[in-house]
């Protein structure tokens, strides 16, 4: 088990352990099918992946408990969201 899952910091980031769990899955995934990691790292651990882009604030669950990410792309405003369980165009 990654160490930052053994730290309240994470659970506590992302409202609750059943909210992680979710979090988690719904990004693995959306990894598996082949979105981008939304942080620099190489190697072929998803879950590392994941853990890093929530420590990092990159993603989170919306109120409706849709996979959501901070960063601004093209198709979206600067700050805005895009649901990341949804094929991108």
Same mark, same amino acid.
């Given at each position: 088990?990654?160490?930052?899952?053994?730290?309240e910091l994470i659970v506590?980031?992302?409202?609750?352990?059943?909210? #992680? @769990?979710?979090?988690? %899955?719904?990004?693995?995934?959306?990894?598996?099918?082949?979105?981008?990691?939304? +942080? $620099?790292?190489?190697?072929?651990?998803?879950?590392?992946?994941?853990?890093?882009?929530?420590?990092?604030?990159?993603?989170?669950?919306? #109120? @409706?408990?849709?996979? %959501?990410?901070?960063?601004?792309?093209?198709?979206?405003?600067?700050?805005?969201? +895009? $649901?990341?369980?949804?094929?991108?165009?």
């Amino acid at each position: 088990m990654l160490e930052e899952l053994k730290e309240e910091l994470i659970v506590n980031k992302v409202g609750g352990r059943f909210k #992680l @769990s979710t979090l988690i %899955q719904k990004r693995m995934i959306a990894l598996n099918q082949g979105a981008r990691p939304l +942080v $620099d790292m190489r190697g072929p651990d998803k879950m590392t992946i994941v853990i890093q882009e929530i420590m990092q604030d990159k993603i989170f669950l919306d #109120l @409706s408990g849709n996979l %959501q990410t901070s960063e601004a792309t093209e198709e979206v405003e600067e700050g805005g969201t +895009v $649901d990341l369980t949804q094929p991108s165009e």
